[in-house]
C-alpha cells in the first residue's frame, strides 16, 4: 500500500547549520508529495508540494526536489534559524481516484542559539 | 486568503460522555474534508474522508457509529466522537480542500480532546 517514511523523529542544530529531513514513500501511482511544518500549538501549514520528477521547488529557504527514480522527497534549508524549530512532516498524495493525504510520522526540529 | 476554523480549540469531558466538534472553512470551497486524530506522539490517523455529495468513507478502527460526521455543504463539516474514553484523547484536526490530489489541505488548528 501507500506509505511514507520520514527516518528521523528528532533532529536538533545549532542556528546557521545546514539541515536535510529525509523522506521516502512507496505508491504505485504518479504522487503529489508535500511538507507541512507545524508549529506548538498551532495548525499544520503546507511549505512545499511537487509533483515534477526532478525539479527543485522552494518555499520561505527550505528546498526539496522529487526524485521519482529513489522515491525520495527530502527537505533542506541551508542555514537554520530558531523560529524553524517544528515539527515537520512529509506526505504524500496518490495521484489516484482517492485524494487522501498519507502522511509520515513526522520529525521534531529543534534549532539552538 | 483560505482558512479553516476549527472550534472548539479544546474540550474535556467525562468518560462515556460525547462531544461535537465543527469546522469552517472560509475564502474556498471545502469540497472535500479529512478528519485526523494526533496522537500525543504527534503521528497521523486519518479518520475519515468526505466528500460533499458522497458517502463518507471510514477508516480501519474508525466507524461512523464512533465518530458521526456531517458535511452539508461547501464551508461546513462536523464530527461527534460519542462516548469517549481514555483511547480517544489527542488532537482532532480537520484538513479541507478544493479540487483533487494535488492540491493542500488547509488544516483547523485542532480540537485538543481531554477525557477525564
Known amino acids: 500500500g501507500d506509505s511514507v517514511t520520514q527516518t528521523e523523529g528528532l533532529v536538533t542544530l545549532t542556528k546557521g547549520l545546514p539541515v536535510m529531513l529525509n523522506c521516502t514513500y512507496q505508491t504505485t501511482y504518479s504522487p503529489f508529495l508535500f511538507w507541512y511544518v507545524q508549529h506548538l500549538n498551532e495548525a499544520p501549514k503546507l511549505l512545499l508540494k511537487?509533483?515534477?520528477?526532478?525539479k527543485r521547488t522552494e518555499h520561505q529557504g527550505f528546498y526539496a526536489t522529487l526524485h521519482k527514480s529513489s522515491s525520495s522527497f527530502h527537505l533542506q534549508k541551508s542555514s537554520v534559524q530558531l523560529s524553524d524549530s517544528a515539527l515537520y512532516f512529509c506526505a504524500l498524495s496518490p495521484s489516484s481516484g482517492s485524494w487522501q493525504l498519507i502522511f509520515g510520522s513526522g520529525t521534531q526540529l529543534t534549532v539552538m542559539p | 486568503g483560505a482558512l479553516v476554523y476549527q472550534y472548539p480549540r479544546r474540550t474535556i469531558c467525562k468518560s462515556g460522555t460525547s462531544m461535537r466538534m465543527e469546522c469552517q472553512a472560509v475564502g474556498f470551497q471545502a469540497t472535500s474534508v479529512a478528519w485526523y486524530r494526533q496522537s500525543p506522539q504527534k503521528t497521523f490517523e486519518l479518520i475519515a474522508l468526505s466528500t460533499v455529495n458522497s458517502a463518507i468513507k471510514y477508516e480501519q478502527n474508525f466507524t461512523q457509529e464512533k465518530f458521526p460526521i456531517s458535511h452539508p455543504n461547501l464551508s461546513f463539516s462536523s464530527m461527534t466522537v460519542l462516548n469517549a474514553y481514555l483511547e480517544d484523547r489527542g488532537l482532532y484536526l480537520c484538513g479541507a480542500r478544493e479540487g483533487g490530489a494535488g492540491e493542500r489541505l488547509f488544516f483547523g488548528h485542532g480540537t485538543k480532546l481531554s477525557v477525564l
Open positions: 511537487s509533483s515534477t520528477d526532478n
